[in-house]
């Protein structure tokens, strides 16, 4: 999947470069993929989902 005009960002916690990256400035969908590998394939989210996982990992 293609996301156009998608917007990635990485994590300023990331020391070395290597991690995943957001694209989280589409309507309707947020988009992850790997940082070394930005050709590769994307995993998406609805806004709601990516909200849950993120309230999630910040509570553990």
């Known amino acids: ?19 995943v990256e957001v694209a989280d400035n589409l309507t309707g969908v947020v988009g992850v993929r790997d940082s070394k ?8 989210f609805t806004p709601q989902t990516w909200r849950t996982f993120i ?3 910040k509570r553990h």
């Open 55 to 57: 309230a999630h990992t």
């Open 1 to 19: 999947m293609e996301l156009i005009g998608a917007i990635w960002r990485k994590s300023t916690r990331s020391g070395n470069g290597e991690c």
């Open 37 to 44: 590998d930005p050709t590769g394939p994307i995993l998406t």
